[in-house]
């Protein structure tokens, strides 16, 4: 079981990307100064991507500690 933590390492990486990439899509949006429905359809649809990368990095680390438990 020792393959799970470098790939589980990757995913967690892959999920911690997809997080900054919310972070600074949001930070972009608010400095561009748009309107308050431009805004608020550029936060819900990022609210989507947010969750998913929250989760890959959970089952990322899920599966570093599986790895590590196992192994």
Known sequence: ??????????V???G???LF???FRVARAKRAGLS????SQTLQSTVALNLAALC???FGLIMVIVG???G
């Open 1 to 10: 079981m020792q393959y799970l933590i470098p790939i589980g390492s990757v």
């Open 12 to 14: 967690t990486m892959l």
């Open 16 to 18: 911690l990307a997809g």
């Open 21 to 23: 990439f919310c972070i």
């Open 36 to 39: 308050d429905e431009e805004l």
């Open 56 to 58: 890959l990095s959970a």
């Open 68 to 70: 590590i438990t196992l």
